[in-house]
């Protein structure tokens, strides 16, 4: 149980590490980042949005692949607990 714990410290100390080193993201193509400059300096608003909404639909299939690797691990645990069979020591505690 120690060891549980502990590892799941360790990884969450990384994560915190790791979250403290990341540079900021630039996900727009060379096009896409002109467009949204010449929209910005002749007074609109449509690029101040833009990164974040291509980061937004970049993080998704990650967000739905992580979803369903859950769900199926979590159903795969459930599974094995339902499967056990009883020992003959077990059914004797029942007669």
């Known amino acids: 149980m120690k060891n549980g714990i502990y590892r799941t410290v360790k990884i969450f100390a990384l994560l915190f590490l790791l979250s403290g080193s990341a540079s900021p993201v630039a ?8 467009s949204a400059e010449s929209n910005l300096k002749n007074g609109g608003t ?30 795969r645990k459930n599974e ?12 004797a505690h029942y007669n």
């Open 27 to 34: 996900a727009q193509c060379p096009m896409c980042r002109m």
């Open 80 to 91: 094995g607990r339902d499967e056990q069979e009883f020992s003959e020591d077990d059914f």
């Open 46 to 75: 449509d690029g101040r949005g833009l990164n974040a909404g291509i980061l937004y639909m970049l993080s998704m299939p990650y967000l739905i692949a992580a979803g369903i690797g859950f769900w199926w691990w979590r159903n």
